[in-house]
């Protein structure tokens, strides 16, 4: 079936080391990528997404994420990370012919320790 | 404020009884959708609705109906509730004509004893 798949569930760092979160999905074709975040307590937000053009995107708050085709990977970054990013992170695809009904990966709760 | 509400907030339900959650966008985009969110499991999609009138199935549509009588609400009910429905429900909606990305409500944090 096709899928999204996001790995190491649970993540554990400290202020200012670097964060990289996987997402890879099986779908062919052009796809769009997202990912959300959500902070303890409040609803989905979106960090940034991908159409087309430069692979590399850039979204708020100082993450960025890398399109890679031939890997199927949307990987997110954050070179240092702190405290007020403790949240759950999930990466969807819009796969070819979705119609934006996103498929999500199963999310990475991330929890920064001060 | 533009966007998109839920009610209620939470909810604790009988097995057996019908629940209706509610949504409403003031964004008039012309998508909307239900998902569910269970630890380790991310987000489903229950049900959508491409533009007013007209309803879709999503992952996980079983128990659940869904109807679309104008843009602005998309009503989700629970036919006869069970424990398995206990979850976390999210509306989100999507202006289908360029941006592709969800706004999503706040949740409807539903218990089901």
């Known amino acids: 079936a096709q899928s999204v798949s996001q790995h190491n569930h649970h993540v554990i760092l400290s202020e200012a080391a670097s964060l990289e979160l996987g997402c890879n999905y099986s779908?062919?074709?052009?796809?769009?990528l997202f990912w959300y975040v959500q902070y303890p307590g409040q609803h989905l937000q979106l960090l940034l997404k991908?159409?087309?053009?430069?692979?590399l995107v850039k979204g708020i708050k100082g993450f960025e994420a890398e399109f890679i085709k031939s890997k199927f990977s949307f990987n997110l970054r954050k070179p240092s990370v702190q405290w007020s990013d403790t949240a759950e992170y999930f990466c969807?695809?819009?796969?070819?012919?979705?119609?934006?009904?996103?498929?999500f990966g199963k999310g990475n709760q991330v929890v920064v320790i001060p | 404020i533009a966007g998109i509400t839920q009610a209620p907030t939470s909810q604790i339900l009988a097995a057996g009884r019908r629940m209706t959650l509610r949504c409403t966008q003031d964004?008039?985009?012309?998508?909307m959708y239900w998902y569910r969110q269970d630890l380790g499991l991310g987000l489903r999609l229950i049900h959508y609705s491409n533009t007013a009138g007209t309803t879709g199935k999503g992952e996980v549509p079983d128990g659940y109906s869904v109807s679309r009588a104008n843009t602005d609400d998309f009503p989700l009910t629970l036919a006869s509730a069970v424990p398995s429905q206990t979850s976390v429900y999210f509306c989100a909606s999507s202006d289908s004509s360029e941006t592709r990305d969800l706004s999503f409500g706040p949740g409807t944090r539903l218990t089901v004893l």
């Open positions: 969807a695809v819009n796969p070819p012919g979705g119609n934006n009904r996103l498929a």
């Open positions: 991908y159409f087309s053009g430069d692979p």
């Open positions: 964004m008039r985009h012309n998508a």
């Open positions: 779908y062919g074709g052009t796809v769009n």
